[in-house]
């Protein structure tokens, strides 16, 4: 239990009732808890994205690999994300990125960013996964008139500093590609990005692990860990495994009493999602909304909205502080209204699926990739910010091979192998996160 999620909000024994989860493929696989004394060379603790990324790539190299998970394959934000693949994983500007780490280091991290979208469909390819894979391209929105000024900035800072062609909409732009609605005054369009299904990819990477070798252990949550001159004990319900080196890819499910060296280091943030019925065309005019891509809003605490394949709206939200059973009506309902606010025409259509889950924040406003101690037997990879589907998987094998081979550091961008920083006073990360809802509702609103 990790003293950052409220322990409601761990429900290991079943998987949370969304949309994916009641709409994925059957994983196809027979895999089972652990149930013995074993050993292995690397031990991965988190079935999603990354663990099991990184357990292809370990595995087809020949490694003994097994992985743990608390609950099925996909529990977490793997499961349960919006299905955007696209360029994100940080919340820290680009111009204080450059001023911290240089600009070749900046403008390497934003191609590993495009090239982990690649490798989302490239696995989709080479694994046989079907992960509804949507159309190309995410459209940021303006929520107020004056955001297009800042648009304008930012489409000309990408070209010049990463050699990205972004499109500016107008408002009637946005007509034109079924892209309208009430509060959107114009947007950016950038060509990167797909939406996907994210249970589908991820069952379709734990296949593929399976393939490889690893040993995958769904319902598996580590209750203790030992540290031992020879290496690690990772204790289950049911069993003990014995490991030279342990990898955590928990991210916002990280419990920090069990990983010390993450304890301090992160803070999960809620994100909420309802899905819609299936849209007639008929309504999908009736509000202007026509277009397959992704989109998102202009707001710090930003909304994020798609047409799913089969016909489907999704609206996902930032926000909330409180991951108790007791929030879920009063998270619904704030969601709901925004959704009703923004989408007026589908204030009558029925939302079929309401769900949440925890992304993960780092105080350096990036994610981390590497080990956690000396001896270099801890690694993780952790914090995508809230845009883990490509990222995770990127970097769930630039972890791998740079476990296996220093060499490997090169091809990983230096802006996400620094450091795993330490919050200031890291008690106080409710309460930082509370002000900066705060101050980012403040901002959002002019």
Not at 106 to 113: D, K, L, R
Not at 125 to 138: L, P, Q, Y
Not at 400 to 416: C, G, T, Y
Request: hydrophobic share 40%.
């Amino acid at each position: 239990m990790t003293t950052q999620v409220h322990p409601d909000s761990l429900h290991f024994e079943h998987p949370v009732e969304s949309w994916w989860e009641a709409s994925a493929d059957p994983l196809g696989i027979d895999l089972e808890p652990l149930q013995a004394d074993v050993s292995c060379d690397v031990a991965i603790i988190g079935g999603g994205f990354t663990g099991l990324s990184a357990a292809i790539e370990l595995a087809g190299a020949g490694l003994d690999v097994r992985l743990l998970e608390a609950g099925p394959i996909g529990w977490g934000a793997s499961g349960r994300n919006g299905g955007f693949a696209c360029i994100g994983s940080h919340r820290l500007p680009y111009s204080t990125m450059i001023k911290t780490y240089g600009l070749s280091s900046t403008q390497h991290f934003y191609q590993a960013m495009k090239d982990s979208v690649a490798l989302v469909a490239e696995n989709c390819r080479a694994f046989n996964i079907d992960a509804k894979i949507g159309a190309s391209g995410e459209a940021e929105l303006a929520h107020l008139p004056n955001r297009m000024d800042d648009f304008r900035a930012d489409q000309e800072f990408h070209r010049t500093t990463f050699g990205d062609h972004k499109t500016l909409l107008s408002k009637s732009d946005l007509k034109e590609q079924g892209l309208d609605g009430p509060e959107f005054h114009g947007g950016l369009l950038g060509k990167t990005g797909f939406g996907i299904h994210p249970l589908n990819y991820a069952c379709g990477l734990a296949r593929a692990a399976h393939k490889a070798g690893a040993r995958l252990h769904p319902r598996s949550a580590v209750s203790r860990w030992e540290e031992t001159s020879g290496g690690h004990k990772l204790y289950t319900a049911q069993g003990k495994l014995q490991a030279k080196r342990v990898l955590v890819a928990t991210n916002g499910y990280t419990p920090e009493e069990m990983s010390k060296r993450h304890a301090g280091r992160i803070l999960p943030v809620m994100s909420s999602i309802i899905t819609t019925r299936v849209l007639t065309d008929a309504e999908r005019q009736a509000q202007g909304w026509t277009s397959p891509i992704m989109a998102y809003d202009s707001r710090n605490l930003l909304h994020y909205f798609r047409l799913l394949p089969d016909g489907r709206f999704l609206f996902g939200s930032r926000g909330g502080t409180d991951s108790s059973n007791a929030s879920l009506l009063e998270t619904r309902n704030i969601i709901t209204a925004d959704f009703h606010r923004m989408f007026p025409a589908w204030r009558n259509v029925d939302i079929t699926h309401f769900w949440r889950g925890h992304v993960c924040l780092t105080a350096d406003r990036v994610p981390y990739v590497g080990a956690l101690d000396e001896r270099k037997t801890v690694w993780t990879s952790i914090a995508y910010h809230g845009n883990g589907v490509a990222m995770g998987s990127w970097c769930g094998r630039a972890v791998a091979r740079l476990m296996q081979n220093e060499a490997a550091r090169k091809d990983i961008p230096s802006v996400i192998t620094r450091r795993l920083a330490k919050f200031p006073l890291p008690m106080f990360r409710p309460l930082y996160l509370k002000g900066a809802y705060l101050w980012y509702g403040w901002k959002d609103a002019r």
